[in-house]
């Protein structure tokens, strides 16, 4: 079998493994809860009473739910599979530990862009948020919520059978974020110390780009955003193929 055939029977599996979670997990209570609801409450209860317009807000309101909507499916999905069983056939199938991690990362791909699609739509629909360029947004979305679905398929690479284990450990991570990467304090305001830890979040990019989408200009220049991202996939990538191997020979 030559190369591109491997590589093609991979993708069918990894997509395989997406479409089984997108039919099981999309609609579980634990992650609309997560994924959706608690992001959302925590946004409004951070800018309530900030006298701001809607194109200054709803930025960072993608920003944190692309974060925890699709960080919020492989914590559930996975130690639910290995409870059951299911996970053990797939890493016994004729498949890689690459294709396993991107089929999971994908799902919380494609879960976080639908959830993000809505908000992006609801603000534009209902609220008239002025846009300068969608290309900065689409790109910020896609590229965030595959890294933070890699980065939940990472943590989740911990043999547990208890989705609130690997939740516990996500949100270790997630909190902290959300307030080192300029959604709610402008990189501009925070010292100099604050920048530096800022620079070694994901996310920090992410908001940019979006915050670039809405409002033309970045703290950063977009190029150095979606390399950063596309670093920070590929890092994910391989420690959680790396994790995955070791906890599973």
Known sequence: MGLQDRISRQLVAA???????????YLRP?????????PLFMFLAFTAGKLASPAALIPGLISITTLFSASSIEPVSIPIERRTGTFDRLL????????????????????SVCIASVVF???????????????????????SSFC?????????????????????????????????SGVFIPLAVLPSFGQMI???????YA????????????????FIDLAMLIVFILIFQV??????????D
Do not use: C
Request: proline letters at 6%; zero cysteines.
């Open 148 to 180: 933070f679905a890699t980065m939940a398929s990472l943590f989740a690479a911990y043999p547990t059978e208890s989705p609130g284990d690997i939740i516990s450990m996500v949100n270790l991570v997630r909190f902290p974020l959300i307030f080192i």
């Open 15 to 25: 997509w395989a493994i997406a479409k089984k979670d997108i039919t099981i997990y």
């Open 30 to 38: 634990g992650t609309i809860m997560g994924g959706v609801l608690f």
């Open 239 to 248: 420690v959680a193929n790396y994790l995955y191997k070791r906890f599973n």
């Open 121 to 143: 739509v609801a603000a534009l629909i209902i609220l008239r948020t002025p846009i300068v360029s969608i290309v900065p947004i689409v790109l910020g979305v896609l590229l």
């Open 92 to 111: 016994s199938a004729p498949i890689s530990l690459n294709a396993l991690v991107l089929g999971e990362s994908l799902s919380g791909l494609l879960y």
């Open 207 to 222: 908001n940019d780009l979006i915050q670039g989408g809405y409002h033309g200009k970045t703290v950063l220049n977009p």
């Open 198 to 204: 800022a620079y070694v979040s994901p996310l920090t």
